[in-house]
């Protein structure tokens, strides 16, 4: 596109780099938990709250980060949901062939063991299909994952004829106890799942090819970057992901349904927007979901404390996400546009190409 | 020249659909009775309208998934409005009320587009829960079901109505002149004008667009009110022809339009679409998820079809673009690494 910006300095290593929209998300973080706390001072800044909040958020931060690894490479995973409503529903199914009423110790054991195995096994299917549509077919991601979007929601619908399977509460433990005593299960999943990214994408090869495949494709696949086995590999992952979410889902709600959570597919988009990656790929940080998503949830939680007397005080939280995504937007619009104001000019003298500087 | 034809994405689709309601008919002969086709035009109105909308987008090299929150919103405000004013009217007041809001609305979608420069998929994923969460949140969340007449008796328009041997009256209903209306102009934009050569042109490639002089911000401004009339007024047809006003509608069919749009062979990526195109993609996609139960195939196994229609009606044009772009410039792939040694 532009002329290759030709720099012989070794490139700072990422993790130092002083990220302005990681900045913002930051302040923005801090901005609201204070507003709130001041708003609200004997209900937001507890403990109990903290425990609720993270017991809230995590199902979308683990959709954020498979839709993360999927952006970074430059594509998108819309099936995450579907797919995870797939997995739970076959894993249900598998408790309830498994697992009678009166069954030992040891059987439920090996039964959930089973049904845990069938929901990942499902996901990595499901991402592995998403992957081959992409890396061998050539299909534009979106239009792959729409694609399946549907057709895993419609396997699903067909196996279960449109109703919900439940779990015989084998699996309600994940939705209910806590770790320490105080810790929700879920909230551990997502610390676990956050670490593991960080360490993928910032510590091994294949978190470096994800990168260089978002940023240049072509440059990727010419220093010797097995670009299709690494988008496979990208989709699978993301696949595991949504079977995570799925056993989530089913500690939750003891249940597995076709049409459960649609809307998580968008949230989970406005979180990996919102933290900073970049939909173009190449770009985007795991700890950027983090504070995307704990600044959503401040901001849900905090709504929802000052408006619940409100009816339809539920709905200001769509309100105020989609505001937060634009106002977030525009600011980093404005910072990038200074960014690249002066080198965009002299860029122009030395080649005195009639390029037009942004927004005019 | 016939295999020019024959290359096209439109023939292919047409050919498809064809073939189908040849064999739907043939299955099961309701297929062929005037209320399915009726039944059909009608389901096909709303999708259509919003389709048109998303093929411009498409052109453009832009993504809009605003569109349906944008319609509801419209549709549900109109409603709220007229009857609160009390207002007797016909619904051309409502048709034009609806597509009035969903311009302005466009307009804030166009403002955050043009002005900043921000990927369209991102603004009108914001401005879609924005658009939503308003509506819902101060204008109104409950179905409205007691319509201000104009609008009550609109699901009874037909254009002209049709008594068969059993003596069931069906009719074809007069919003799928809107449709036809809608797709005359569109075509003419996109054909005729020099609006529609820019918006083929920054779909094609936004550099040269400008380069070659086009004022893309304003045709971003035009595209996206556009959208936003579109979506308004397919939004009050779509709550007329149900007979009641719901807010919480509409949001979640946007990807099912967008794959309908590219089914016809909208390309994604910008620059390539037709109107005939999208009309049959959206026909395609109406034939199927309305008849698989002339069919005798249960009506659970719907998404499933769809998908893969979807899945198979993206690959076919994928593979074959691939295989000529070979054929015209061989291509070199380097041989991995891990592979070489």
Known sequence: MSAPEVSYKPAPRIQFVVDGNLLRLLIACVAIFVVMSLLRPNVF????????????????????????ITMLTGGIDLSVVSTANLAGVLAAMVIRALIPADAPEGQVVVGLAIAIAVAFVTGALAGLFNGLLVAYVNLTPILATLGTMTLYTGLTVAMTRGNAVFA????????????????????????????????????TPFGLKLYMIGSNVKAARFSGINVRQVLLMTYMLSGLLSAVVAIIFLGRNNSAKWDFAPSYVLQAIVVAVLAGVNPNG??????GIVLAILALQFVSTGMNMLLFTISGGQFFKEFAWGALLLIIMVANSYSEQRRLAPRRRSREDSESTAQNPSGE | MLKKLFARQETLVGITLLGLCLLIGFINPIFWTPGNWFDLARS????????????????????DVSFTAIAVFSMYTTTVIMKNIGFEGGMFAFFLMSAAIGGMLGLINAFFIARFRLPTLIVTLGTQSLFRGFLLFVIGSKIIRDLPPGMAAYSNAFLFTVTDERGITVGLHSAVLFLVAVAILAQ???????????IYAMGGSREAAERAGFDIPRTQVFIYVFVGLLAGLAGMIYGGLNRQANAQDIVGQELDVIAATVLGGASIAGGRGTVIGTLLGVMLVTVLSNSLILMGIPSTWQRVVIGAIIIIGTAVPTIRTLRSSRRANVEIEPVPVEQRA
Not at chain 1, 45 to 68: C, R
Not at chain 1, 174 to 183: A, D, E, R
Not at chain 1, 282 to 287: C, E
């Open chain 2, 44 to 63: 096909a109105t709303v999708t259509g309208i919003f389709a048109i909308g998303v093929l411009i987008v498409l052109i453009s090299g832009g993504i």
């Open chain 1, 45 to 68: 800044p507890t403990v109990e709250n903290f425990l609720s909040m993270g017991s809230q958020f995590p199902e979308i931060g683990i959709l954020a980060i498979a839709i993360m």
């Open chain 1, 282 to 287: 190449g770009s985007g940080r795991i700890a």
């Open chain 1, 168 to 203: 015989e509460n084998r699996l309600t433990f994940i939705g209910t106890s806590n770790v320490l005593g105080v810790i929700p299960i879920p909230l551990v999943i997502f610390v676990v799942v956050v670490a593991i990214f960080a360490v993928i994408l910032n510590r």
């Open chain 2, 188 to 198: 003419f934009i996109l054909r005729y004008t020099m609006l529609g050569r820019s």
